[in-house]
């Protein structure tokens, strides 16, 4: 739903400004979404977090680092995260497992999608971080660590118009594709 969203708020560009992003359209998962903010050297830090995200980690994560939801050895996975983002304008799926200090663990997707500000490439994220299903300890226990298991980027590249013309309205061109016989 946040991915439908903030494509259809971007068209052709690489990345929707923040100021056309309208919460009340995206209000069924607002409790799950995030802005993340980029500083002068890449970190990212919360800039707001949705209740149902502060609640999973039993703590309000406006002002903290992002890469501090991560063990102190897997920083760098976080903020590589971020760079792929930021660096490549396209969106990012990454699946993790997150722990509990009780030893409960817990299946969780997070999106992070790229967001101008004032013209500005590199400067906010928008993601959205869920859980596949929420146990019966959601909100006693906090998690304590994330440890990804998954990445996948998300290409957003537009199909130039002309490919959208009736078969016979396209222009032919030869194309050749790898593989085959050597």
Same mark, same amino acid.
């Given at each position: ?22 919460? $009340? ?13 980029? $500083? ?31 063990? $102190? ?47 500005? &490439? ?25 440890? &990804? ?12 118009? $002309? ?20």
């Amino acid at each position: 739903m946040l991915f439908a969203y903030w494509d259809g708020a971007r068209g052709e560009r690489a990345a929707p400004e923040r100021g056309e992003i309208e919460p $009340g359209a995206i209000r069924h998962i607002l409790a799950d979404t995030f802005i993340l903010e980029i $500083g002068a050297h890449g970190a990212a830090e919360f800039r707001l977090a949705g209740t149902r995200l502060c609640a999973l980690f039993g703590r309000e994560l406006r002002g903290q680092p992002f890469e501090r939801l991560w063990p $102190g050895h897997a920083t760098a996975e976080a903020r590589r995260c971020v760079d792929i983002v930021m660096d490549e304008m396209s969106g990012l799926v990454t699946g993790h497992v997150g722990a509990t200090l009780e030893g409960s663990t817990i299946i969780l997707e997070t999106l992070l999608l790229p967001l101008r500000h004032g013209g500005k &490439t590199h400067a906010l994220a928008l993601g959205a971080l869920s859980p596949a299903t929420i146990p019966a300890w959601f909100g006693l226990h906090p998690i304590a660590a994330l440890k &990804t298991v998954s990445q996948r980027v998300i290409r957003t590249s537009r199909i130039p118009s $002309g490919l959208n013309a009736a078969p016979e309205e396209r222009q032919r061109r030869f194309v050749v594709h790898r593989g085959g016989r050597a």
